[in-house]
């Protein structure tokens, strides 16, 4: 009988020619590789998130103290609208856009995205957007706030052109946003590597998705409404001018049916961090994957039915508002089963306390925090008494600072490796994570106060009688050293591109495909790329290594036949960590 | 306008849907007993979604909701429909779900549906799908035009023919998303995720301008005698509302579960293929996702 022998598949180079890297800046501009275009994405929403943090500096001095006069109420509002259009357009959504451009080929097993050119074309018109909106400090900034409520931001109430460049803001980044929604959606379902069925992609991944269709979903609506604002303002078109048969109330349901989805667009992909961080550093699987993966989806489809709780004070059906509440309070029982789920997998685990699970763990905590009074904002009779007040200005700062900065951090610590293959400092880390977590505490913590004592959002001043002033100087005083902790990480991450311990490919010991190459990255990002045979395929691959490496021991003739991109499995099977290397 | 209570003691007893749901009932039932009769197993779950479903439609066509619906009530009238369209046939399909109907349908039936037979093909063809969801969009919405829900609501027979076109249209609906048919396979078919959100914003454009609209729509209840001091205007509301509650619901949980359901066979799937091309791998684990 005939016996047949198996050989170890033989490492095959799939690129057969690779454009050589021109090694200038203008290998940037011209760039379509998913990780120079992720590096440019986190690189130009960092320096946004930088400025909309000295806007939210400004005004937290102007309200230090009672009839304060550091800034008048027309540059107060100005700096309103700069803020929270910064914060929500130019850097919480695209920054996901950069993470998900340099993880998702890797984490995936891609050697690029499906589009390279396409994803090029996002990132510059984000550019376009940002350029174009804040060319209007050189004039006139707008200051109708950043969901730009008509009346207004008519052409009445808002004659200037800093509205207009707010709409064209809406229009690029839009647009930008949802090629790189079409880009994604197509790369995760058309460039997996073999044996990565949808029940083994890893969660960050179904964040990303569901992200993607959520953008694109939601796009389409508010760049409608922009544009009937538009036509509005210049070409007397009445949608939301009462006077000629418009209704202002067109606009509010236009701008939230986009505008509470696009609270999960922001918070999805924070959520699919988590779910990466905290295995990893608890030395434990996941817990309960499908349930996390099937919350994702199932938030994104009930997300699309909740967006008249930001109305509940306008003249609404008493029955319509309990409809909205009741869908809304909803919407938080696959978020709490996502909360219930992280905690699991922290229990009884090998926790190791590094800084991606510092911060993993205060978004844990804060982010369910803001849920509680996100909940709580939900029964509309609560919504009545506190809309409009700093209540809610401390509900969304909770649930977007808390949870989508603290998720951005996590990832920044945990990723930061494979980026640049050097290690960030723990200790200054660490440190930065306290800074953060108390100055935020501090920060937004005594504006619920606040708002229960009455004092409305978008006031530049007060008197001193309304007893607001302590409180002020408080969250004041934390957002200064909010800032400090976010300088710190800044500082850290400059200091370690230079000075930092040298990675490794692997140095977590994580569980996802993008350890499997070094770091950074090659070009074609893996030699080879691996079978996936379970939702840790570098657990699997680290595992199949070790149990290679005993054979070869005891068998010294033997050779082992490795594939080439295997540096990380090899490595941490072999050493366990980087730091030392 | 006085303003009166309707009541609530007003049952039907009209033969044609009791006859209808008695012999659905006792056909079920047949089924149910050769199935455990052949297996030996208890499908309590399936046979309890089966009956709620039943049971639904009973208090659907049979209690004062059908009569308050027809003559004070837009609010009941749409409860009924999203009751007959959403609720009911979810349930009834959820009631034959595999691996019930294999097991329990007699063996001609089940050579007529098997995908050699006519219907088995028309069954199993790729068309049947979108046909289905476009056959439910088309009755939601049509049954809605207010001409033709006023008019229906006015001829018992219209009305009879439209609660049967919203029935039939939900089974077909919940057919293509729950998969009860024997020997279609465990596959993963993502589409079916499409359907539920294709279904999803259809019915949305019905319950949301009832919600939101100024000005009630249908003339038969702006000029019907109003009940418990509810305005026609509020009424309309109540009726845009819950039905959009509920079908926000339906939907809701049964995306996650359809989704949790592909996960699985998608896994099971890769699983098998996985065995399939290197048969020396171990038996796949109790737990084969390889998480807790």
Redesign the interface.
């Known amino acids: 009988m005939a016996t047949t022998t198996s050989l170890a598949p033989v490492p095959q180079i799939a690129t057969h020619r690779a454009e050589p890297d021109r090694g200038d800046w203008t290998s940037w501009v011209t760039t379509t590789d998913h990780k120079r275009i992720g590096i440019l994405y986190l690189v130009t929403c960092f320096v946004f998130f930088m400025v909309g943090g000295v806007e939210a500096l400004l005004m937290r001095s102007q309200l230090a103290v009672p009839n304060n006069t550091l800034i008048n109420a027309e540059h107060y509002n100005q700096l309103v609208t700069m803020h929270g259009t910064t914060m929500i357009f130019l850097f919480v959504i695209p920054v996901w856009a950069g993470f998900a451009n340099y993880m998702v080929p890797l984490m995936i097993g891609a050697r690029d995205m499906a589009f390279p050119r396409l994803n090029a074309l996002s990132y510059w018109l984000f550019v376009a957007g940002g350029v174009v909106f804040y060319s209007s400090v050189f004039w006139n900034p707008p200051d109708a706030g950043w969901f730009s409520y008509t009346p207004l931001s008519n052409g009445t109430y808002s004659p200037t052109a800093g509205q207009d460049t707010w709409i064209y803001l809406i229009h690029l980044t839009g647009l930008a946003s949802a090629i790189g929604a079409i880009n994604i959606v197509v790369t995760i379902a058309t460039m997996r590597a073999p044996?990565m069925?949808?029940?083994?992609l890893p969660l960050f991944c179904w964040g990303v998705l569901t992200q993607a269709i959520m953008l694109i979903v939601a796009i389409p609506v508010i760049a409608g409404a922009v544009t009937m604002l538009l036509t509005d303002r210049h070409f007397h078109t009445c949608y939301f001018d009462p006077r000629c048969g418009g209704s202002p109330l067109l606009w509010q349901?236009l701008f939230w049916f986009f505008g509470h989805p696009e609270v999960y667009i922001m918070i999805l992909p924070g959520f699919g961090v988590i779910s990466e961080v905290l295995p990893v550093f608890a030395r434990?699987?996941?817990?309960?994957?499908?349930?996390i993966?099937?919350?994702t989806?199932?938030i994104a489809?009930?997300s699309v039915?909740v967006w008249a709780h930001h109305m509940f004070t306008a003249p609404i059906?008493l029955?319509?508002l309990?409809?909205f509440m009741?869908?809304s309070m909803?919407i938080a029982v696959?978020t709490g089963v996502k909360v219930i789920n992280w905690v699991?997998?922290l229990w009884r685990g090998s926790i190791v306390f590094r800084t991606p699970l510092y911060f993993a763990c205060g978004f844990l905590v804060l982010f369910t925090l803001g849920g509680l009074s996100g909940v709580m904002l939900a029964i509309f009779p609560i919504d009545w008494q506190v809309h409009g007040s700093y209540f809610v200005v401390a509900h969304f700062h909770f649930v977007l600072v808390a949870g989508a900065v603290s998720a951005v951090m996590a990832a920044i610590y945990f990723w930061f490796p494979k980026m640049t293959g050097r290690m960030l400092s723990e200790s200054l880390g660490k440190l930065s994570f306290w800074f953060q977590f108390v100055g935020f505490l501090v920060t937004f913590g005594v504006q619920h106060s606040l708002g229960l004592s009455g004092m409305p959002r978008r006031v530049y001043t007060y008197n001193a009688d309304t007893g607001w002033g302590t409180d002020n100087l408080i969250s004041t005083i934390g957002a200064f050293i909010l800032a400090t902790g976010v300088l710190l990480t800044v500082f850290n991450v400059v200091r370690s591109l230079k000075y930092g311990v040298v990675a490794g490919p692997d140095p977590w010991k994580a569980n996802t495909l993008e350890w499997f190459s070094t770091s950074p990255p090659p070009a074609h990002n893996f030699d080879v790329i691996p079978k996936v045979?379970?939702?840790?395929p570098m657990k699997d691959l680290r595992a199949q290594i070790a149990q290679d490496s005993r054979n070869a021991r005891a068998t010294p003739t033997a050779r082992m036949r490795l594939p080439v991109g295997a540096a990380g499995a090899v490595q941490s099977a072999t050493s366990g960590g980087g730091e030392h290397v | 306008m006085s303003s009166a209570a309707p009541g609530w003691g007003e049952w039907s007893i009209d033969p044609g849907p009791i006859i209808a749901i008695v012999l659905t009932g006792a056909a079920y039932i047949a089924c149910y007993r050769r199935a455990h009769r052949r297996t030996g197993r208890r499908y309590a779950a399936h046979l309890l979604a089966f009956t709620s479903g039943l049971g639904l439609i009973a208090v659907a066509l049979l209690s004062p909701l059908d009569s308050i619906g027809d003559r004070w009530l837009l609010s009941a009238h749409t409860l009924q429909h999203v009751l007959l369209a959403d609720v009911a046939p979810a349930l009834l399909v959820l009631g034959v779900r595999p691996p019930l109907l294999a097991h329990g349908l007699p063996p001609e039936l089940l050579r007529a549906l098997s995908p050699r037979a006519r219907i088995g093909r028309v069954l199993r063809s790729q068309w049947f799908a979108p046909v289905a969801l476009g056959f439910w969009v088309a009755t939601q919405w049509a049954w809605s035009i207010p001409v033709v829900f006023d008019t229906a609501a006015a001829h018992p027979l219209l009305h009879t023919i439209e609660h049967l076109c919203l029935l039939g249209s939900g089974v077909l609906l919940w057919t293509v998303v729950v998969d009860p048919l024997p020997g279609q396979g465990r596959r993963a078919v993502w589409g079916r995720l499409g359907y539920l959100g294709a279904s999803r914003a259809a019915a949305a454009v019905v319950c949301l301008p009832l919600t939101w609209l100024d000005h009630t729509l249908y003339s038969r209840y702006a000029d019907a005698p109003r009940a418990y001091g509810i305005s026609a205007l509020t009424d309309q509301h109540i009726g845009g509302a819950g039905m959009c509650l509920i079908e926000f619901l339906v939907f809701g949980v049964a995306f996650i579960i359809v989704f949790l359901d592909l996960l699985g066979r998608e896994e099971q799937g890769t699983r098998v293929t996985e065995r399939a091309s290197q048969p020396d791998l171990p038996k796949p684990a109790r737990n084969p996702l390889n998480v807790s």
């Open positions: 044996g069925g949808w029940g083994r349901h434990k699987p996941i817990f309960g994957y499908r349930a993966a099937a919350s989806v199932g489809f009930l039915l059906p029955v319509v309990a409809f009741i869908s909803a696959p699991a997998t045979t379970s939702v840790e």
